[in-house]
């Protein structure tokens, strides 16, 4: 008969798991992917190489749940605001644009690992599909602009396309240096004017 685990063993595997996440998510943000290795993130979870093995079988499979998490939590936060932030389409984009661009200059490290840092090739394809995600998030609230007589006549898709290359564009640089204040809050003043350029919503009165 095969061992079934009990809900008290499960519950400890699935805390242990989730512990292995953050330490992980921790190191990925402090040092790279490159130099976050097994070792590196088992010490900081305060357990053995051997133990992150038992719940990830390689450091690819590790790196895929680690971005996996962190990006989909910021896609959450940019749908969440750009489908049911206040005010119009146009007003909600720049929200949207906002909170992505704050977020990331809070968390320079992480932003950086989820935008732009080498990584296994397995994080690659991740990078690519949740492109695709924030792209319908973007193509959503330009399509409810153009509806609304907001923005002119274009197509959703290849300016949601636009924006997700250009914002990820404009904040890798800035991620990857110590910056903060005033010249924090002008980068995302520039990034969401830049944004209402591309979707061609009127100047701001």
């Known amino acids: 008969m095969a061992y079934r685990k009990t809900p008290a063993v499960q519950d400890r595997l699935a805390a242990a798991r989730e512990q292995l996440v953050a330490a992980a998510t921790a190191v990925v943000a402090e040092v790279g992917w490159a130099n976050a290795s097994v070792t590196a993130v088992a010490a900081a979870a305060g ?9 990830f079988p390689s450091k690819g499979a590790l790196a895929v749940e680690v971005f996996r998490r962190a990006s989909g939590r910021e896609v959450e936060v940019l749908g969440e605001v750009l489908r049911d932030g206040s005010g119009d389409p146009v007003r909600r984009l720049t929200q949207g644009v906002t909170v ?3 977020r990331a200059m809070e968390n320079r490290g992480l932003a950086h690992a989820l935008l732009a840092a080498p990584a296994e090739p397995a994080v690659g394809a991740e990078r690519l599909e949740f492109r695709r995600r924030y792209r319908a998030v973007f193509a959503e609230v330009v399509r409810e602009g153009i509806a609304a007589g907001l923005l002119p006549a274009q197509d959703p898709e290849v300016t949601a396309a ?8 404009v904040l890798v640089d800035p991620l990857s240096v110590p910056a903060g204040g005033t010249a924090a809050e002008h980068l995302v003043s520039e990034l969401v004017a830049m944004s209402l350029r591309c979707a061609g919503a009127a100047p701001a009165v």
């Open 162 to 169: 636009a924006l997700t290359g250009a914002i990820g564009e």
């Open 47 to 55: 357990m053995s190489v051997g133990t992150v093995y038992q719940h």
């Open 100 to 102: 992505f661009a704050r």
